[in-house]
């Protein structure tokens, strides 16, 4: 009897902690422990994610090793902001992982990022850290967590599969940095030919997080024209396609520089997030500047819908000052969802 039971304990113990165990993938931080079963279920799903914190070491560039330097700075440890790991970069790290407990090799891992995010921050925090998570995010970097960081977050943090509630805590910090594109080390010197100023600034674009772009067309199905296709082919150099059910058919054309380059600009000098809906491909009038690959669509602005309340009228002033001489959005017809920004 005592046998049976002493059996049906260690049982009962080691369901327990298979459970534990299954659930601890999912919400081992605060940020999802108030999830909805479709955001557990959305979680779940990039669960495996939260294991590859990006590994940094001299020599990385990039968003991640900005968003290093300003949480160092937060830390106590400050250090130019410039996104290339160097020797003070380096050295900062060393000295946050020695008081920290953690072996200091000056190579950012799991451990070290878990260090450096352990803390939370929502509506009114203000600071370096404040500017890590805007990095991360895309959005004006001023380090003042107001109404368009928490937004931010929030729109973020529904995309992903957590708690929508705009606070950035362990799990909300780990999405944000651990699903971000990895750093790159810096490129060795080269003397090839320097890539053509289109291919260079669509490479560049690929790098801002800031800026996404539509994997789907509303009209056709031809995804090798899509927005997202077209930036990955012209940083590649071979050019954008157009779509086959178009009036042009399928072509390759060369997206414009001067569009790239405000696309640009209106990210890192003005602060703003957008998704880009189409570059040469879908379906317009036979005339279009979209088959000539100097138009580019947006259809979100921060993280809000054209049309649904998005700043399109400031973005479409900002167009013009960059040179577009065809600009449309709500109120024009056909644009009542996305501003249409045209370069002659």
């Not at 940094?56 to 440890?77: E, I, M, P």
């Not at 973020?156 to 606070?167: A, C, E, M, P, S």
């Not at 003005?270 to 379906?283: D, N």
Request: charge should be positive.
């Amino acid at each position: 009897m005592r046998k049976n039971l002493r059996n049906l304990l260690l049982q009962g113990l080691a369901a327990a902690l298979l459970a534990g165990g299954a659930l601890g993938a999912v919400s081992t931080t605060g940020d999802q422990a108030s999830a909805s079963p479709r955001e557990a279920a959305h979680a779940a799903t990039n669960a495996t994610r939260l294991a590859f914190w990006p590994v940094l070491k001299t020599g990385s560039r990039g968003t991640d090793v900005l968003t290093l330097q300003h949480l160092l700075t937060a830390r106590g440890h400050a250090v130019k902001a410039d996104g290339a790991f160097g020797k003070k970069t380096a050295a900062a790290v060393r000295n946050f992982q020695h008081r920290a407990g953690l072996k200091a090799d000056g190579a950012v891992g799991p451990k070290t990022w878990t260090k450096l995010t352990s803390l939370t921050l929502r509506t009114g925090a203000k600071g370096s850290a404040v500017k890590a998570i805007q990095v991360q995010l895309g959005v004006k970097t001023d380090g003042v967590f107001g109404k368009n960081t928490s937004s931010a977050v929030r729109s973020f943090q529904k995309r992903v599969g957590l708690k929508t509630d705009g606070i950035v805590g362990p799990k909300t910090w780990n999405f944000l940095i651990a699903t971000s594109t990895p750093a790159k080390p810096a490129p060795k010197p080269s003397t090839s030919k320097p890539a053509g100023s289109s291919v260079a600034l669509a490479r560049q674009l690929l790098n801002t997080r800031g800026i996404t772009y539509a994997r789907t067309h509303s009209e056709t199905v031809d995804s090798r024209s899509t927005a997202y296709q077209n930036i990955h082919d012209m940083a590649k150099g071979i050019g954008a396609a157009t779509s086959g059910n178009s009036h042009v058919g399928y072509k390759r054309v060369q997206l414009d520089p001067r569009m790239l380059r405000a696309l640009i600009t209106l990210h890192d000098k003005y602060g703003y997030t957008l998704q880009i809906s189409e570059f040469v491909g879908g379906v317009h009038s036979k005339t279009s500047r979209h088959y000539a690959g100097l138009t580019f669509d947006a259809n979100y602005i921060n993280g809000i819908h054209v049309g649904s309340g998005a700043p399109h009228k400031k973005v479409m002033k900002l167009c013009t000052a960059l040179g577009a001489t065809e600009v449309l959005g709500p109120g024009d017809p056909n644009h009542s969802t996305h501003i249409h920004c045209a370069w002659k």
